[in-house]
């Protein structure tokens, strides 16, 4: 039959790739709850922008240390975070003192009163008295916006994925498609939280590049487990009605690994190219979405291999134990089924093949 | 199998290299002293304000109003529709209900040179009443208003006398305003109407019957550029009160002024890197996968900086990088099912056409499913986040173009996969094996023949 390089059997291994996975997202979310707790960009906490500005050139780390040693003064503000950011206004004149302006960013829900915005802006006053700091507005951001963007992501994708479901049932009818596609959710499921714990680990705020890569790994998992779904299906057609499910996705996996690894090379190629340029240019921002992304794409492959499917041959077992239970439990039943069995030869088949496993086990 | 002719590889081939070349670099000409774009290239793509920049301004209500929150509401709305007419999609809008400011973000156009900051902002500030008015004068009765209006179109029209065709505004009235159009246009019979866009006077035609068609059209010097922006303008509505330009500047890029270059070389070190692999890997249908990727990557680019002049830039965001990514990554996997398959073949001894035939067959339907799947995703991101809004009656009118932006890259790279990587590579592959010097089986993955 087909040429076979690999002999792994997945799913007998399949406890063990599953302790993996549950272990390494147990260690993640004791380390997420404990020790790193997860940031979020102000777009979805909500919080508050001062803009100050400013004119000639005093250094940026300067300018942040005063802010910072302000905000330790004050008890309400001590344990804030604040990021900052500078632009230039174009309607100034390059030395006018509104030339610059800085941002500072308050994530959380607090709101900065007004006696505290005024102790930052008199420690930047009396620190730097010849860049004339000056408030030229503050804005407060609402979460709501944020959360509400959130949501229409989360609906987005459960409708994406509903439809997913929907399509793997209709094409893979065959070898049980319903099954099949929750189980491509399942491993999907797995990646999206591989991903979120990377952006905890790597302390990265959840921001835009979080959907982003979210997207992007849904894509790539959704397209690999499709891809061994199409080998199982194809193999259902040719194999005997001996094989039983596990040998059958055996086979099938270990034919579609060579292709898994390649497509997984390629890809990690494109984005690692990205990740190593923009780590040597600096480019933060870069660095927050690919890194994130290589790790979800591993994730991604590894998933498809060791998770969906192995969960599918497990599924199939069960539900074929239930069956047979049935089967047991009333003759009447059984007869019932039989004459069905003769009508649909095929059903009748896989059925049979489906106890076979069963008894095995 | 029909067989695929030898010098189809060659013509496939060409034809990739010239898209490639002409997507990536352009075609410029010269017009006498003006520099002329016949096809855009990837310096005018417009590239999102998480790339390289753009403006950011807080609007206030004019005159100290004390706008509610419905107000400030219906202003986003308007504004949303506002920058996307003006064809942003990366903008960011953040109201402040408290204070009535709303902060806009939106990246540099990809016409950089002559983009007037200020007048765009202007523009998003005003008030935009479409009005018209009986007489000539701006204090003349108000007929019919912005509200009145169904549709507005830029359309082109041959002019009815001995004057040149011209670009002029088409109006669709709603069942109300074609009533009111109606009686207006009978009161004026013989006298002439305004009409206004907040203190501008458009034209003044005189009204030579009672019009009940329900629509109308605006003429004026219009080019095809201010014909759109108009339409789009009374598309989008006329806030409830005038806005006020609080503060505005530009933000600096967030990656660094460097991103755009780091990106570049990365893309040349990614395409290297991916060329060697295939090759060490699938020998000739390698090879044929690469080109078949540099296509692909060509209709992408088209697609996202218009290709032809008439087709205005997309916004290019990291989240669209993404979805480039992912195609590219679908593209090249496309290849390498198929590569598989036929050294899969192969190894079973059968002829090289055989082979070929069984392995494009084979892995198809792995392909179809895959790509069909990740078209879902990428439909359900722009019906969602793009311009249809489908869920705004959940979450309200608001378009978050970022994930726009990864929906629509994604969805050109899947359907360009389609094109080039999988009918254009089959062809190129059907056509190559054709040559004598490359019947040799193991430039197909499988043992000396």
Redo the contacts between chains.
Sequence with gaps: M??QKFHIDFVKKSKIFFCISLGIMLVCLILNLVLLPTIVDIQFTGGTII?YNFGGEPAHTAVEKTVKDTLKGIDALKNEKVDF???????ASSNDDTKH?ISLQFTGNKAVSIEHKQAITDALQKEYPDNSFAE??S????AS?GA??F???I??VI??AV??IF??AI?FRKIGGLSAGVMAVVALIHDLIIVYFTFVIFRMPLN??F???V??I???S???T??I???V??NRRKSGPKTTTAELVNSSLN?CF??TI??S???I??????L???L????S??IS?ALP?MIGLISGSYSSLCIAAPLWVLWKNHQAKVKAEKKKNGTSKKSKKEKKNTNDTKKAVSAEKEEDTSSED | MKKIGKPVFFIVFVLILALAYTSIFGVYGENGDFDVTYIKGINDIRWGI?INGG??A?FAPADGIDADETQMEDVKGILDSRLVGQNITDYEV??????D?I?IRFPWKSDEKDYD?DAAIAELASTSELSFKGGTESSGEVLLTGKDVKRAYATYQQGNTSSAAQYVVGLEFNDEGKEKFKTATSNYVGQQISIWMDDELLSAPTVNEAIDSGSAVITGNFTSKSATALANKINAGALPFKLVV???????P???S??L???G???I??LA??CA??LI?YRLPGFIAFIALIGQLSISIMAVSGYFTIFPSFTMT??G???L??S???G??AN??TA?RI??EL??GKTLDGCIRNGTK?SF??IF??????I???V??IL??GPANI?SS???V?T?G??YA?GYT?LVGVISNFIMGVAASRLMLRSASGYKFLRNKKLYGGAKS
């Design positions: 087909m040429r803009k950011s500078y632009s230039e206004n174009l309607a302006i030229e507005s804005t407060a951001v609402d916006k509400n963007f949501l229409k992501c609906i987005a409708i994406a439809l997913m399509y793997v094409r835009d590049n959907i982003a890569v997207l992007m849904l894509g790539y959704l397209n690999d499709i891809v779904y199409d080998r299906r194809e034919q060579t292709r390649c497509t090379i390629t890809t190629i494109a984005i690692g190219s990205v190593v340029v923009s040597i240019y600096g480019i921002s870069i979405f992304m | 998480d403006v950011e807080v953040y109201p402040d209900y408290e204070h400011r902060t900051p609080e503060s505005y500047g530009t933000i600096s967030s990656l660094g460097n991103a270059q780091a990106m070389i990365s893309a070190v990614a890197l991916i692999f295939m890997m990291i989240p990088i993404a979805g990514i992912l590219i990554g679908m090249v996997d390498i099912i598989e050294k899969d190894w079973t084979g339907s792995a499913d895959g790509n069909i799947t990740v879902i995703v990428a359900i991101l969602v986040f869920l959940l979450f309200g608001s978050t970022l994930i990864f994604l």
